[in-house]
Protein backbone atom coordinates (compact mmCIF):
# COMPACT_ATOMS: atom_id res chain seq x y z
CA UNK A 1 0.00 0.00 0.00
CA UNK A 2 1.29 3.53 -1.08
CA UNK A 3 1.61 5.74 1.49
CA UNK A 4 2.66 9.49 1.50
CA UNK A 5 3.14 11.33 4.84
CA UNK A 6 3.52 15.09 5.46
CA UNK A 7 4.94 16.46 8.66
CA UNK A 8 6.65 19.90 10.03
CA UNK A 9 3.70 22.40 9.41
CA UNK A 10 2.84 23.97 12.10
CA UNK A 11 2.38 28.25 12.81
CA UNK A 12 4.72 30.70 12.27
CA UNK A 13 5.42 34.42 11.77
CA UNK A 14 5.56 36.25 8.34
CA UNK A 15 9.57 36.23 7.49
CA UNK A 16 10.54 33.03 9.22
CA UNK A 17 11.26 29.39 8.03
CA UNK A 18 9.54 25.90 8.31
CA UNK A 19 10.55 22.78 6.33
CA UNK A 20 7.90 19.95 5.38
CA UNK A 21 8.92 16.49 4.95
CA UNK A 22 7.07 13.44 3.02
CA UNK A 23 7.76 10.16 4.04
CA UNK A 24 6.93 7.30 1.24
CA UNK A 25 6.57 3.84 1.45
CA UNK A 26 5.14 1.33 -0.95
CA UNK A 27 6.04 3.02 -3.90
CA UNK A 28 9.41 2.72 -5.59
CA UNK A 29 10.73 5.94 -4.38
CA UNK A 30 13.43 6.68 -6.68
CA UNK A 31 12.01 6.41 -9.41
CA UNK A 32 8.98 8.83 -9.07
CA UNK A 33 9.08 12.43 -9.35
CA UNK A 34 7.71 14.00 -6.72
CA UNK A 35 6.05 17.19 -5.92
CA UNK A 36 4.45 19.61 -3.29
CA UNK A 37 0.83 20.85 -3.90
CA UNK A 38 -1.00 23.27 -1.53
CA UNK A 39 -4.70 24.27 -1.20
CA UNK A 40 -6.55 26.94 0.29
CA UNK A 41 -10.25 26.43 1.38
CA UNK A 42 -12.38 27.48 -1.80
CA UNK A 43 -9.58 27.59 -4.42
CA UNK A 44 -7.85 25.24 -6.48
CA UNK A 45 -4.92 23.16 -5.39
CA UNK A 46 -1.72 25.43 -6.62
CA UNK A 47 1.49 23.72 -7.70
CA UNK A 48 4.31 24.28 -5.69
CA UNK A 49 7.46 22.93 -6.54
CA UNK A 50 8.57 19.35 -8.01
CA UNK A 51 11.71 17.00 -8.35
CA UNK A 52 12.44 14.84 -10.83
CA UNK A 53 13.74 11.31 -9.75
CA UNK A 54 17.17 11.89 -9.35
CA UNK A 55 16.86 15.25 -8.22
CA UNK A 56 18.35 17.08 -11.19
CA UNK A 57 15.82 18.81 -11.85
CA UNK A 58 13.66 21.30 -9.82
CA UNK A 59 11.06 23.49 -10.89
CA UNK A 60 8.74 25.49 -8.64
CA UNK A 61 5.57 27.77 -8.78
CA UNK A 62 6.03 31.67 -9.89
CA UNK A 63 4.73 32.80 -6.34
CA UNK A 64 7.84 30.67 -4.14
CA UNK A 65 10.14 30.77 -6.67
CA UNK A 66 13.48 32.51 -4.98
CA UNK A 67 11.76 31.34 -1.80
CA UNK A 68 11.24 27.48 -1.50
CA UNK A 69 13.43 24.81 -1.93
CA UNK A 70 12.67 21.17 -2.21
CA UNK A 71 15.03 18.37 -2.55
CA UNK A 72 14.62 14.70 -1.80
CA UNK A 73 17.15 11.71 -0.28
CA UNK A 74 16.45 8.20 -2.19
CA UNK A 75 18.60 6.60 0.24
CA UNK A 76 15.64 7.37 2.84
CA UNK A 77 12.62 7.49 0.39
CA UNK A 78 12.12 11.16 1.72
CA UNK A 79 11.25 14.40 0.44
CA UNK A 80 11.32 17.77 1.66
CA UNK A 81 10.36 21.71 1.45
CA UNK A 82 12.31 24.18 2.98
CA UNK A 83 10.05 27.34 3.14
CA UNK A 84 11.89 30.64 3.84
CA UNK A 85 10.74 34.34 4.03
CA UNK A 86 7.41 32.94 4.55
CA UNK A 87 4.09 35.50 3.69
CA UNK A 88 0.68 35.46 4.83
CA UNK A 89 -0.30 34.50 1.48
CA UNK A 90 1.57 31.07 2.10
CA UNK A 91 -0.77 29.92 4.31
CA UNK A 92 -2.35 26.72 3.38
CA UNK A 93 -2.83 22.53 3.79
CA UNK A 94 0.14 21.56 1.84
CA UNK A 95 0.51 17.88 0.06
CA UNK A 96 3.25 16.20 -1.40
CA UNK A 97 2.38 13.91 -4.23
CA UNK A 98 4.38 11.46 -6.20
CA UNK A 99 4.03 11.10 -10.28
CA UNK A 100 4.54 7.32 -11.30
CA UNK A 101 4.83 8.06 -15.02
CA UNK A 102 8.80 7.51 -15.18
CA UNK A 103 9.31 10.31 -17.27
CA UNK A 104 12.17 12.05 -16.29
CA UNK A 105 10.19 15.19 -16.30
CA UNK A 106 8.78 17.46 -13.70
CA UNK A 107 5.03 17.97 -14.32
CA UNK A 108 2.88 20.88 -12.51
CA UNK A 109 -0.87 19.42 -12.98
CA UNK A 110 -2.80 18.00 -9.80
CA UNK A 111 -4.05 14.89 -11.97
CA UNK A 112 -0.13 14.10 -12.98
CA UNK A 113 0.17 12.65 -9.81
CA UNK A 114 -1.04 9.26 -8.46
CA UNK A 115 -0.21 9.26 -4.85
CA UNK A 116 -1.16 11.84 -2.37
CA UNK A 117 -0.78 12.17 1.82
CA UNK A 118 -2.86 13.60 3.79
CA UNK A 119 -1.74 16.67 3.76
CA UNK A 120 0.16 19.33 6.40
CA UNK A 121 -1.05 22.48 7.64
CA UNK A 122 1.03 25.82 7.25
CA UNK A 123 0.22 28.93 9.24
CA UNK A 124 1.75 32.03 8.03
CA UNK A 125 0.47 34.73 11.25
CA UNK A 126 1.23 38.66 10.38
Known amino acids: QVQLIESGGGMVQAGGSLRLSCAAS????????MGWFRRVPGQEREFVAGISWRGDNTYYGESVQGRFIISRDNGRNMVYLQMNSLKPEDTAVYYC???????????????????WGQGTLVTVST
Open 26 to 33: GVTFSVYA
Open 97 to 115: AADSSVSGVVRTRPNAYDY
